[in-house]
């Protein structure tokens, strides 16, 4: 399996621009997490979706951050407008919902709004 | 709530030094606990994990036992390489696939 993927590695956009990341899950994986990490606030737990449904976004920071899972194999997290303090990595995780929740990592998105 | 607390970094070790790194947990429950592995540039992967007390995680020469007693999941390791530089993040999860981490602690391995 490919693992978890995450496009675009690398995104440096424009204050007020919209910046959508992209997740591709492990094929079989009924759970995904957002995560967000920065040196100062650490790794923070955006949003969780269970077979598509989401689950809890109590750690979504503001309106101007959705995500959406249309199917089992795409989820997107949209940010609009952006702003400088939005500049993190942002990380898809997915798991199974059978036996213990070993979340698999991809290898994150490097947003820098400027 | 639960809540893991780690160790602040950087730990800073010459190769081959004994490594350990501290973690304490606050759950309700009886949580499953992980270690997990951050290399630069990469995404987080699962280093080792323990479902319940007494249980010792290892991989990769790592070890971690769980002590439901002292609310403890200390990561250690008997000789480092340098290639073992990384941030290390200790998790716990308490039923639901959701996982709690820690704050992570960088490690650092000079020659």
């Known amino acids: 399996d490919a693992g978890v993927i995450q496009s675009p590695r690398h995104e440096v956009t424009e204050m007020g621009q919209e910046v959508t990341l992209r997740c591709k899950p492990i094929s079989g994986h009924d759970y995904l997490f957002w995560y967000r990490q920065t040196m100062m606030r650490g790794l923070e737990l955006l949003i969780y979706f269970n077979n598509n449904v989401p689950i809890d976004d109590s750690g979504m920071p503001e309106d101007r951050f959705s995500a959406k899972m249309p199917n089992a194999s795409f989820s997107t997290l949209k940010i609009q407008p952006s702003e400088p303090r939005d500049s993190a990595v942002y990380f898809c995780?997915?798991?199974?919902?059978?036996?213990?929740?070993?979340?698999?990592f991809g290898q994150g998105t490097r947003l820098t709004v400027v | 709530g639960n809540s893991v607390t780690q160790m602040e970094g950087p730990v800073t070790l010459s190769e081959e030094a004994f490594l350990t790194i501290n973690c304490t947990y606050t759950?309700?429950?009886?949580?499953?606990l992980f270690w997990y592995v951050q290399y630069p540039g990469e995404g987080l992967q699962l280093l080792l994990k323990a479902t319940k007390a007494d249980d010792k995680g290892s991989n990769k020469g790592f070890e971690a036992t769980y002590r439901k007693e002292t609310t403890s999941f200390h990561l250690e390791k008997g000789s480092v390489q340098v290639s073992d530089s990384a941030v290390y993040f200790c998790a716990l999860n308490t039923g639901f696939q959701k996982l709690v981490f820690g704050t992570g602690t960088r490690l650092l391995v000079s020659p």
């Open positions: 759950a309700t429950g009886y949580p499953s």
């Open positions: 995780a997915s798991s199974k919902s059978t036996g213990l929740p070993e979340a698999f």
